[in-house]
């Protein structure tokens, strides 16, 4: 079967299509041919009509990744959040439960602080958290001293003091 030929009505609703801002594929479907149909059309105008979209794809990426930016710094401060609250919690009082027993009864108490297990929970909670949040949004890199995280510094001082007692760095370079 022979495709039928392109008429003058193709063409004028190509031309309208597209300055309607209608992708190929829409025009396709709308007038009822094949996207290379339409390509043949529009690139026999005068001036050739174009599908590049670069330009408006260029930009939504742009938004989208805008979006997500946003969204990433949302999530790590609620992380930050949870650390904080977590690490609050270490030294506030605790309620301790218990339920069972054949007559099902139900026993609490109230500690001052939490268990030396039950902190290292919510220490490695907080400390999970907090990882998770400098990834999602990791701190600027500064030259100046003041912004250098605590982490760093303590492990500088840590290098420092391990090469001091045994005179190499701990990677197993000698510092001389």
């Known amino acids: 079967m022979a495709a039928a030929r392109i008429g003058n009505a193709d063409r004028t609703a190509v ?3 597209h300055t309607e801002g209608k992708s190929r594929n829409e025009i396709a479907r709308t007038i009822n041919r094949s996207p290379s149909t339409v390509s043949k059309i529009a690139a026999a105008c005068d001036p050739p009509l174009t599908f590049d979209r670069a330009a408006e794809v260029e930009t ?3 938004v989208r990744r805008a979006d997500l930016a946003a969204r990433r710094a949302e999530l790590a401060l609620t992380l930050h959040d949870v650390a ?3 690490i ?3 030294t506030e009082p605790h309620l301790y439960f218990e339920w069972g027993g054949k007559d099902h009864t139900y026993a609490q ?3 001052d602080e939490p268990t030396p297990a039950d902190r290292r929970t919510m220490m490695a909670t907080a400390g999970a958290a907090l990882d998770r949040s400098l990834k999602l949004t990791p701190p600027r890199d500064e030259a100046d001293e003041r912004s250098r995280s605590v982490i760093g510094r303590l492990m500088e001082g840590l290098a420092r ?3 001091e007692r045994h005179g190499s760095s701990p990677d197993g370079d000698d510092e001389q």
Do not use: D, S, V
């Open 15 to 17: 031309r309208r299509l």
């Open 60 to 62: 939504a990426t742009r």
């Open 84 to 86: 904080e609250r977590e």
């Open 88 to 90: 609050g919690r270490m």
């Open 109 to 111: 108490k109230w500690q």
């Open 161 to 163: 003091n391990y090469a």
